[in-house]
């Protein structure tokens, strides 16, 4: 699959993007945020920590943390979230190169990336999460309408670790952007508290397009339109889903709103 499947897709895979080096930095900052999270929760949670590999850290390490102190856990997810050197995985010129003409733009200058993060999402066992985290069927566009165009954006999937279907990789329906724009409806998966607002989009459209699980190995980038429906997999697997994500756009595009 390449750049030329796209506009009839909605959807490409690139595969071994980030180089080894890149990745380990980037488990190695991980790794670094948790040990330290769990350090200060003390205990049995840092015994077992201290005796992990540097691999298991960030699966093993952060359920320990979340076991032993959601408190501490959330913390580190936060720190993993604002971490410049993982965030910087999000902002490569190579990016540039590769998609500037995904988005329309004429020149690389007019490639522009913004709404970059980090996700960090636990195995679907954890209720709590597993409400919290849910993303049913959405368009981007739903979500980002500034800095942004639907007619243009696209989204950048990053895997930190291989994410197959039991982690509860990327689905998406193929060809589902040429709907254009569709209505969303509002909803908080949180509502007592007003928290984690989700758009859900109206009507069901599974029996139009085909469904695709798109997995993906360490390193290989996935995008979609902003306007293809797509949703996270359930993630039955024991590990972590750690995703680097950012939205591209051509900054010249019409209906680009800063």
């Not at 689905?171 to 409806?185: A, D, N, T, Y």
Request: net charge negative; charged share 25%.
């Amino acid at each position: 699959m390449d750049q030329k499947s796209f506009p009839e897709l909605g959807y490409a895979k690139f595969e071994a993007v980030i180089s080894k080096a890149e990745l380990a930095s980037v488990r190695a900052s991980i790794a670094e945020i948790i040990r330290t999270g769990a350090q200060n929760a003390g205990g049995k949670c840092w015994d077992d920590v201290q005796h992990m590999g540097e691999e298991d850290i960030p699966h093993g390490g952060l359920l320990a943390l979340h076991q032993a102190s959601p408190t501490h856990m959330k913390l580190a997810v936060d720190r993993i979230r604002c971490s410049s050197i993982i965030l910087d995985s999000t902002f490569s010129s190579r990016y540039r190169e590769m998609f500037f003409q995904l988005v329309g733009a004429e020149k690389m200058e007019h490639f522009g990336i913004a709404h970059n993060m980090v996700r960090v999402d636990l195995p679907n066992q954890y209720k709590e999460e597993d409400k919290r985290l849910s993303l049913p069927w959405h368009q981007e566009s739903a979500y980002y309408k500034m800095q942004a165009s639907d007619r243009s954006s696209i989204v950048l999937w990053i895997p930190v670790f291989d994410c197959l279907k039991d982690d509860g990789c990327l689905e998406l329906l193929s060809g589902s952007h040429k709907l254009g724009v569709i209505e969303h409806e509002s909803t908080y998966m949180d509502p007592d508290n007003r928290r984690n607002l989700r758009q859900i989009a109206k009507g069901n459209y599974e029996d139009e397009f085909e469904h695709v699980c798109v997995e993906g190995e360490a390193g290989d980038i996935v995008i979609n339109h902003f306007n293809t429906l797509h949703r996270s997999g359930r993630n039955v697997n024991k590990r972590i889903r750690y995703t680097l994500l950012a939205r591209a756009s051509n900054i010249f595009c019409e209906g680009f709103q800063g």
